[in-house]
């Protein structure tokens, strides 16, 4: 990692806001101005001023305790994420509001208003507490998007668990380390969810998860298609049984404002991921902001992010968020492609979608499919789009913006992280306009900055590490059972400021380009893979003595998984077996796109592996860079000559 970072991209010309979205917009450029000034030189004031809009059990006695790198808000204040994303709302006359409308791969559509959503959560809340768990325990979760999963996340921040979602694309063993690091004695799951018209037994991956974590006691499972997984006596619970048998009555605990509100494990540069830790009152802040400022939400919009809960952006703008600001959101069970391409579009005319939240990688898999099925819906209703996960495009920024929003929607791209918990850059919709491919200005109390590796601010328009200066409501508080990698990770890599581990630059207006991760992280549709994770599945197969991994240019994807491997002694590698082996180790998603048999890997003499010129080799180009420092630089040769094949 040096610091510096080519690029090669030339700037877009701005698209404005119309009139007309900019004139009902509830913040224009001055006010954005005041009161990012204000977030960064008075940030107490800022916050706390924020802060008041919600509901606080007690007060803080100081909004800020900052001991870097650990940050407290809203010092000795109790508060309750649950309550404030419902009771409140009930409590404010908003009981009759549709909270969750829900649609099924299959079709089915359930509707949650305020009320029934409150009384869901607060049944859950008392089924969790039969089962034992109480206020600190950890619950994982590993559900499709159904009510439910939104309705137990909600049910463990209203009793003061720490709920710990895992996305129901990942593997047993994933799910079974996560759980076990977790220390999560209850897990809620589901007998199968629906995707692309088939049933994926998440049931019977988390029995087998089951006999690989000892430290699980206690399974409620929600019945989501035929309720005939097995169950086991004494263990498994059926959730519809446990709510029905339980109390409609519950008050929501006070917690302090520093309590943990959950856990989601993210990918980093070693092999083990990381449980990223957000708090109680600092992540509700900021996901309320973020949310009601970005998405500009007015009192009858139905909001649709369309990703799922067991990533950070489906806790903070499918459930948390929008709730938070007592907004109608919709959700959805399956994939974009079910029956066909046109299902998404069909949904947002006859849900009337308002405000669209997607990844690059749905839009530019939309946009290969055709213009045909986005044109045969009416998507008037949609009034703002968003984009999130991955850098995107210039070319899917505009056909987004032309063939779906129908050059009357502003496109707002959003850059944050897992462990930023709400959105860090982007362009408030009615007050800037986008320039598509850039994510744009900080947010409110963002002090952002690109800065070589030893921290000085590099020119505008060069390329440089980006970097947040200041701590933030919403930051994640540390990695769970390991303050020492936070510490390492966020805060020691450049001294004194949270190191993001993206390239960026600025340019004259203040816009950030974020040009992708300078760590050993992979972004692949949007989802966050490290390298050594996949290198340390691979090498855990029999055939395999040394794995490499690196990302190649994908024009769907954004960037696909490439395994360079060595044979062990004695064995053959069969490369289709290896990419299963992966799938069973992580899940689908870290499977590689290419794997390729090598006699060595391009190292130095100390022995470190050079990913530098395994990326360019698995691009197929040049190799360019110095290569004196290989042990044996004619490997490279070797390499390139078995990729071209
Ligand atoms: O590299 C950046 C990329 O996704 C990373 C964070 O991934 P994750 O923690 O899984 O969170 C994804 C959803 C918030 C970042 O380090 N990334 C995310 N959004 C953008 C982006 N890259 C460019 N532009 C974005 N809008």
């Known amino acids: 990692m040096t610091g510096k970072i080519d690029h090669t991209s030339h700037d877009e010309a701005p698209v404005f806001p119309s009139a007309e979205f900019a004139a009902q917009s509830s913040l224009n450029a001055e006010q954005y101005r005041a009161m ?62 549709r909270a969750i409308v829900w649609e099924g791969e299959d079709g089915e559509i359930r509707t949650y208003t305020y009320s029934d959503l409150l009384e869901q959560v607060k049944r859950a809340a008392n089924a969790l507490l039969t089962l034992g768990v109480v206020k600190g325990d950890r619950v994982t979760l590993y559900l499709p998007m159904i009510p439910e999963a939104a309705i137990a996340m909600l049910a463990c921040a209203r009793i003061g ?15 079974a380390d996560r759980i076990q690091n977790a220390g999560s004695k209850v897990l809620v799951t589901a007998d199968a969810s629906y995707r692309k018209g088939a049933l994926v037994p998440l049931k019977g991956n988390a029995d087998a998860a089951a006999q690989k974590a000892p430290i699980l006691e206690k399974m409620l499972v929600v019945c989501r298609a035929n309720c005939d997984a097995p169950m086991q006596p004494g263990r498994d619970v059926y959730w519809h049984d446990a709510l029905e048998r339980a109390s409609s009555e519950h008050e929501a605990a006070a917690l302090d404002s520093e309590h943990p509100l959950f856990v989601l494990y993210t990918s980093g540069s070693t092999g083990k991921p990381k449980g990223v830790v957000h708090s109680t009152g600092g992540y509700m802040v900021g996901a309320y902001l973020s949310t009601k400022t970005v998405f500009d939400l007015k009192a009858g919009d139905l909001f649709w992010c369309t990703a799922d809960v067991g990533w950070v952006t489906g806790h903070s703008y499918a459930v948390y968020g929008p709730l938070l600001t007592g907004a109608s959101v919709l959700m959805y069970e399956g994939a974009p492609n079910h029956p066909d391409w046109g299902r998404f579009w069909d949904m947002v005319q006859r849900h009337k979608v308002s405000v669209l939240y997607t990844a690059p990688t749905a839009i530019r898999s939309f946009m290969r499919a055709g213009d045909e099925f986005p044109n045969r819906y009416d998507l008037s209703s949609l009034r703002l789009l968003g984009s999130v996960g991955e850098p995107i495009n210039p070319e899917a920024w505009r ?10 929607c502003p496109v707002v791209d959003t850059w944050w ?61 540390t990695v769970y059972g390991d303050d020492e990698r936070y510490v390492k990770t966020y805060w020691g890599e450049i001294t004194g400021v949270y190191f993001a581990g993206d390239g960026a630059r600025k340019d004259a207006d203040g816009y950030i380009t974020v040009m992708g991760r300078v760590d050993d992280v992979l972004n692949v549709s949007g989802h966050r893979l490290g390298t050594m994770e996949i290198e340390s599945a ?33 064995h053959t590698v069969d490369v289709d077996e290896l990419r299963r082996h992966v799938s069973r180790e992580i899940g689908a998603l870290a499977r590689p796109d290419a794997i390729y048999v090598a006699d060595a890997l391009p190292k130095t003499r100390s022995g470190k592996i050079m990913r530098r010129f395994l990326r360019q080799v698995a691009a197929g180009q040049e190799i360019s860079g110095d290569t004196s420092t290989l042990e044996d630089p004619s490997v490279l040769e070797r390499l390139a000559a078995t990729v071209a094949q």
């Open 36 to 97: 990012y000034e204000q977030s960064i030189q008075d940030p107490e004031t800022f916050w706390g001023n924020i802060a008041q809009e919600l509901h606080w059990h007690a007060p803080w006695s100081r909004v800020l305790d900052w001991q870097e790198p650990h940050a407290q808000w809203f010092v000795g204040a109790q508060t309750n994420v649950a309550y404030n994303a419902l009771d409140r709302q009930v409590d404010s006359g908003l009981g009759e509001k």
């Open 538 to 570: 691979l090498v855990g197969h029999a055939s395999v003595s040394e794995a490499a991994v690196v990302g190649r240019p994908d024009e769907l994807k954004g960037e696909c998984v490439v395994a360079f491997v060595l044979v062990q002694d004695g």
């Open 399 to 408: 056909w987004y913006w032309r063939v779906i929003g129908g050059e009357r």
């Open 161 to 175: 668990a720490v709920h710990s979602v895992v996305f129901g694309g990942f593997s047993v063993s994933a799910l």
């Open 417 to 477: 992280q897992t462990e930023t918990g709400s959105i860090m850059l982007t362009t408030l919709p009615g007050a800037f306009p986008a320039k598509p491919g850039t994510a744009g200005l900080p947010m409110f109390g963002v002090d952002a900055a690109i800065v070589t590796r030893d921290g000085h601010d590099v020119e505008d328009g060069q390329g440089g590490l980006l970097v947040i200066r200041k701590p933030w409501p919403s930051m994640l508080r």
